[in-house]
């Protein structure tokens, strides 16, 4: 019974009922979603609530450093529901990953190999997190085109120019799906 009332409220996603902050970006009238949009900055008052969700990502993704930079961050919501993440920062360059051919790549959680040499980038993408139910259903692709219509003021990002940071073995399929390229853009 305790395990049951602890796991519930997540079992769909990240209830969001009270969450009134963030401009709403996307909207999806047909699948009652809406993609909500929180600048660095916005929304002190909320700050518990993100935090809370940023615990949930960082123990599936393992990561650790949501604190550590200014960040824009997407929430996909549905039916009153966070069923998505993403966090974005504007950044300057980024590293292409080495392909098979280039480098050792046979674990799938190995580290990633990149080249050396820097090239142009404008849009990092921190972290991208969908819960499992909505998984293969357009939400992180949906997250991603409005991170690259939003975090650079006045400018469209092409998906070229998106970088990301660690990908997990999934997030490395859906990176060089979305950039159309194997050899897609990491930073640190």
């Known amino acids: 019974l305790a395990h049951k009332r602890h796991c519930d409220p997540w079992r769909f996603g990240v209830a969001c009922k009270a969450w009134k ?15 909500l949009q929180v600048k660095p900055g916005d929304a002190a008052s909320q700050a518990s609530k993100l935090e809370c969700l940023q615990d949930i990502v ?15 961050h997407f929430l ?27 480098g050792d790549s046979s674990g799938p959680e190995m580290h990633l190999e990149t080249n050396t040499s820097k090239v142009p980038a404008t849009l990092g993408i921190h972290a991208v997190w969908v819960h499992q139910t909505a998984r293969r259903c357009g939400v992180a692709t949906r997250l991603l085109d409005a991170a690259r219509r939003k975090v650079v003021f006045g400018y469209v990002t092409g998906k070229e120019q998106c970088a990301f940071t660690s990908p997990t073995s999934l997030g490395r399929e859906f990176a060089a799906t979305y950039c159309g390229r194997q050899d897609f853009l990491v930073y640190a």
């Open 21 to 35: 902050f963030g401009v709403v970006v996307d909207h999806d009238p047909k699948d009652d979603a809406r993609i």
């Open 58 to 72: 960082q123990k599936e993704l393992g990561m650790t450093d949501f604190a550590a930079r200014p960040l824009h």
């Open 76 to 102: 996909f919501v549905r039916r009153d529901r966070i069923v998505g993440y993403l966090t974005a920062e504007q950044i300057r360059d980024a590293s292409r990953v080495l392909t098979a051919e280039e």
